[in-house]
């Protein structure tokens, strides 16, 4: 007989034995609330974006009047995807819910029992270690049609990363290691002059592979892409107005300055770029400085600039510095300003954010909201005034921006910039969906967007506790916003190179949840990792035997220094062109070179467009028609459509019946080009 059964008997009812205080419900902490909205927040997201995705999709993505054109033509495939835009749009705004309601939970905590609450924490962990584990498993590189590659992280290098985090941990927790690491680590001038020497001269050595000489112009592919705005500048074009360049917008034109100082070559153009590299990676390595102090700050570094090189992912002008450059120098800029240093007026950060902006709509929108996020983070407004404050400081900065392109635009060009320019290739590749694939439906990106959003999580969590380090506090804030406003590059075009393109501000996120989960973890004299320590920790880790990447800089210093192996394809065509040329005429040389030939052959190539390649629309090439004829060209090359080497591409005819049919008439050809002489 149970010992209640007398007190039954008697008619009196049992009284359950009152709780334990550890059984009680109680308030949450900040971080105990954000694991436990983890996933409320992310169900109501993923219904949001599976129903509303289509219609806010179909709502913001409007082609018009206009689409890619001509069909059938490799360079204009893709279609509008309304739906996978409108979808992203929307998960965009999961990492702002879920802040929300950490903060909110902060002003009006949640009270539960402590069983309950680490039920929900491990279910929300278990949750993001899935989705980690689904990107994982299924990584792979999509490239065109679809094919698959090798994943970008074999099984060798996650075993590495996994047995390395493991060593780490044991190693960390005996020994007092931990302390002795701390006393050496400690800063004085001499040791921060030495970690920013060694930070320079790591970084230099992974740039190398992107300096290359004109005999190796083929070897960085692509690459004759990369200068045309630069050149553009010097034919005497002006951005914005009548060169409709792809890539940055501002950039060229101190690019261009250097160029007609130090001579129009590659070596000179890959050089200046791998010194606006350099800097834009000391400036993150600034960044995580001021937070750690030099020697931990170089050991972030380190692995940090390893996965932004993963596949030579900084080879290419167009990522780096065209993307990054700019961004990681409003980064710095921000840290300086949270900590108290030049610049102290908010609006000067705003100032270069706009620019930045401005130069590469993408990765600078991401740069100015994150600096935007940054500063909330640093000073959350108590009251309307102080919010307005920093809506003036914003709006002041970007108007700033505006003015000063405007006021340079109109002095050079007599003309003011034009909006429509600055947004075209936007609009094609979103709106028309130009080259479009559509996204993996479980990748490596699940991975990216889980850390960008844990970013700001952790941001938000800081800030409801009112952490002391506010420095840290936001450039976690920032890392999240900018990483997920830039991976739009990737969800337009999920392919091997966008995906790559991502490592840096992935990095980025990494290094700094490193900093939140190892100071945790020494609080705790490094015993019991909690799950997300242990993610944030591998992907570190993951980091850091990306290491196994680097190669000797004797190679490449030995081929820049004997000029290469391939011959500058412009010294094919520049013969050519001459042959029905004369030094001052109009001309429009519709290849990827074609800018920088028309500047050795002192031609004023009028041509919008960096090439043939880049009018994928009717209303590009009336464009360029309405650019020939106003300028009374009198010869026109295009590559020739028989011509098609790997890498290259072909002229539809599509675009030579235009031109025929506007008084065009082929007079020549040498294999590769084509060149056209008007009848008149």
């Not at 009047?65 to 929307?90: C, F, H, I, M």
């Not at 965009?92 to 309950?116: D, S, W």
């Not at 510095?321 to 102290?344: I, K, N």
Request: hydrophobic content about 55%; proline content about 6%; some cysteine.
């Amino acid at each position: 007989m149970s010992e209640a059964a007398p007190v039954r008997a008697a008619g009196v009812e049992a009284v359950p034995a009152p709780a334990t205080a550890a059984e009680r419900p109680r308030a949450l902490t900040p971080a105990e609330t954000a694991w436990v909205v983890l996933l409320p927040c992310a169900l109501a997201m993923a219904a949001a974006i599976l129903l509303l995705g289509p219609p806010l999709g179909h709502l913001l993505v409007r082609p018009g009047s206009d689409a890619l054109w001509p069909l059938g033509w490799w360079q204009t495939k893709g279609t509008a995807e309304p739906v996978k835009n409108g979808r992203y749009d929307l998960a965009l705004l999961a990492p702002v819910v879920l802040a929300g309601a950490i903060l909110l939970g902060a002003r009006r905590p949640l009270r539960l029992r402590p069983r309950t609450v680490r039920a929900l924490a491990l279910a929300g962990q278990a949750g993001v270690l899935a989705l980690v584990v689904a990107g994982a498993i299924g990584q792979h590189r999509i490239i065109q049609e679809g094919r698959r590659i090798d994943p970008v992280f074999g099984g060798g290098l996650l075993a590495a990363a996994a047995a390395l985090l493991a060593l780490a941990l044991l190693a960390l927790r005996r020994g007092g290691l931990a302390g002795r690491v701390a006393r050496l680590a400690r800063e004085r001038p001499a040791t921060r002059r030495a970690c920013l020497a060694l930070a320079a001269v790591f970084a230099a050595i992974w740039l190398l592979d992107g300096v290359a000489t004109d005999a190796m112009w083929e070897d960085i592919g692509m690459l004759n892409w990369m200068p045309s705005g630069a050149y553009a500048v010097l034919d005497g074009r002006t951005l914005l107005v009548d060169a409709h360049i792809l890539y940055a917008k501002l950039l060229p034109y101190p690019t261009a300055l250097v160029l007609a100082t130090f001579g129009a070559t590659t070596l000179a153009f890959t050089l200046f770029m791998a010194l606006l590299n350099l800097g834009a990676l000391l400036a993150a390595c600034a960044v995580l400085r001021r937070i750690v102090g030099s020697v931990y700050g170089l050991a972030l570094f380190v692995p940090f600039v390893a996965l932004s090189g993963t596949d030579h992912g900084m080879r290419l002008a167009s990522i780096w510095p065209m993307r990054y450059g700019g961004a990681y120098l409003v980064a710095w800029l921000t840290a300086r300003h949270v900590d108290g240093e030049r610049p102290r007026r908010a609006w000067l950060v705003f100032l270069v954010a706009g620019l930045v902006t401005i130069d590469n709509l993408d990765f600078g929108l991401g740069a100015l909201l994150g600096a935007v996020a940054a500063l909330l983070c640093a000073s959350p407004p108590r009251t309307l005034r102080e919010l307005a404050r920093l809506a003036g400081s914003v709006a002041g900065g970007v108007a700033g921006a505006v003015a000063l392109v405007t006021a340079f635009t109109l002095v050079r060009a007599g003309r003011l910039p034009d909006p429509a320019v600055l947004l075209e290739w936007p609009r094609i590749f979103t709106g028309l969906g130009l080259l479009s694939l559509p996204l993996p439906t479980a990748s490596l990106d699940l991975a990216l967007y889980a850390t960008l959003v844990a970013a700001i999580a952790v941001a938000a969590v800081r800030v409801a506790r009112a952490a002391r380090d506010v420095l840290l506090t936001s450039m976690l804030a920032w890392s999240g916003v900018f990483g997920l406003l830039a991976a739009s590059y990737y969800v337009a075009r999920p392919d091997d190179l966008k995906l790559v393109a991502l490592f840096s501000a992935w990095g980025f996120a990494i290094a700094l949840l490193t900093i939140v989960c190892v100071r945790a973890l020494a609080a705790r004299e490094w015993r019991a990792p909690t799950l997300a320590e242990l993610l944030v920790l591998f992907a570190f880790a993951l980091a850091v035997v990306s290491l196994t990447g680097m190669r000797s800089p004797v190679p490449r210093i030995s081929a820049i220094a004997r000029g290469g192996h391939a011959s500058f394809r412009g010294r094919i065509a520049e013969p050519f062109v001459s042959r029905f040329t004369r030094r001052g005429d109009k001309v429009a040389i519709l290849i990827a070179e074609g800018y920088r030939i028309a500047y050795d052959l002192g031609l004023d190539d009028v041509s919008p467009y960096e090439s043939e390649n880049a009018v994928v629309t009717r209303r590009q090439m009336a464009t360029l028609v309405d650019a020939i004829e106003r300028a009374h060209v009198r010869m026109l090359f295009t590559p020739n459509p028989g011509w098609n080497p790997v890498g290259d591409s072909l002229a539809p005819n599509a675009h030579l019946r235009v031109f025929l049919h506007r008084g065009y008439r082929l007079i020549a050809t040498n294999g590769t080009m084509l060149a056209w002489r008007h009848a008149r």
